[in-house]
């Protein structure tokens, strides 16, 4: 199944608010997708929601702050199975501000808007919108009666900066700010496509002819570009203006705004999974999904690379709730047959919180408790700081050795130095001798140990930078592997230690290790 044109079938609407103007199908009851069936293989046309999501501020766009309301909405939007098309960071500029609610309304079910509302002259949010409406704005006297007492309360006359915050553009609703003086705004906007302009419908005012919009800017029109090729909605666009303030747009989200899309969505949800894989590079992971990876294919499976990790993101978009998550269920179950023992964990699991699981477990550990230590060279104790990250560590983690310098390893891990003298530092017989060494000193069951080159300077070209020898000793012995990790010396070092995480894993797991 893959989701087509967004365009509704004809006599099937785009949604339904639960006040204002209803948009109603040909026998005049609501739609519901509910009904929508998948057969594997065919493609199917469904009536999804989707949303843009604009942040208003000078600040956001200069980076002084980090937008994490984008972040908080698209997580909330995807529960209710309303697909986020884009983000866009505008400034506080009227016209760029008009701009972007003309272009977005046109290809959006929902445009959700935060900041711009408060009672400065760089506020320019609500003046943006009724001038997209072709509107003037009017006070509302429940919210102006509303700041006056939150004022009084703090025993003080109200500023008369703050009047333009009881401001709303006629023919929109406003919507109560529980946490805040900026009161919220709900408008109903009609968009005729692209180039069209836009119109306004409210319950019992009279409708504002549509005013002619700019064309996409190229920064929105790549976002908007992201997915299919889509014709610009014709139907309404319910916008929202939040305030910008964290606490306050959450609070105003589900109260008044999450409703509306619930009852619009009719019970359709986009579930997600990500696992999480190290050892093998983007590219060879994508290898192995093959068609997976299909663009168009629902559930969507795509990859991500952070930290070396390759993980792979799994989003389901379904009508109905148990429907997106067996559809969920069987491509994850096809994600691990085609990686395997590569993926290490899901979701917010990190390799050390899975490798501190199987510690926990092992029954040799246990005995031996605690059973891990590490001897490292060119980490500085990366490694051991990974291990003693997740809570509860001391279970499992005994001590560690960060023996940098050739006589470190003599004098603490008993390496010869002969040893040393004979194969360099960064060699097998070496990392394996410091693995060993740190067992007989410990008394550790397991013992992981690092030597290598993390750069920029070291290298030769029979041990180029990057080169690292990683040893695991076991109660089965000692095994070792050379790597060349690429990057900068914090890549190199980063990679080093989860590969160290990665040797135990597989060793706990009773498995040879695959990379």
Known sequence: MYLSDRTPPQGRPRHAPPYGPLYLNSTGSIPRYSDAVAIPGVPLTIAVMDAIILSIGDELVLGQTIDTNSAWLSQQLAALGVWVRAHATVPD?????????????AHCDFLIISGGIG???????????AAVMGVP?????????????????????????????????????MLFNTAGTAAGIHAVVEGAGEGSGFGVQGSGKERIEPKPSTSLTPE???????????????????????????????????RDVLPIVKYASGGAVILSRTLHTFGLGESAIAEKLGDLMNRGRNPSVGTTVSGGVVSLRINSRFPAEPQAREELARTEGACRDAIGD?????DEQTLAEVVAGLLRADSTATQFAPAVATAESCTGGLLAK?????????????????????????????????????????SQ????????????????????AITGIAGPEGGTPQKPVGTVWIALASPQGVQSRVFLFPGDREMVRDRSAKMALTLLRFQLMGKPFPV
């Not at 500029?93 to 309304?105: C, G, K, V, Y």
């Not at 017989?429 to 550790?444: H, K, Y």
Request: charged share 20%; with cysteine.
């Open 93 to 105: 500029d009227q016209t760029a501000i008009e701009q972007a609610i003309r272009q977005s309304a």
């Open 119 to 129: 009672p400065t002259e760089d506020d320019l949010t609500r003046q943006a919108l």
């Open 137 to 173: 704005l009017e006070e509302n006297a429940e919210w102006m009666t509303e700041l006056h007492k939150f004022f009084e309360a703090r025993g003080r006359p109200m500023p008369a900066i703050n009047r333009i915050q009881a401001m709303i553009p006629r023919g929109a609703k």
């Open 220 to 254: 929105l029109s790549s976002s908007l570009s992201l997915r299919e090729s889509r014709t610009p909605n014709p139907a309404a666009c319910q916008v929202f203006v939040t305030p910008g303030v964290p606490k306050e747009m959450k609070a105003m989200f589900a």
């Open 342 to 346: 590569l993926i290490y964990g899901q």
């Open 386 to 426: 990974m291990l003693t990250d997740v809570p509860g560590s001391s279970r499992y983690f005994r001590q560690g050795y960060v023996t940098y310098s050739n006589e470190a390893k003599h004098d603490l891990l008993r390496v010869p130095t002969e040893l040393i003298a004979r194969h360099g530092a960064v």
């Open 429 to 448: 017989p070496v990392a394996e001798a410091m693995a060993r060494g740190a067992q007989t000193q410990s008394g550790a069951a397991y013992t992981l």
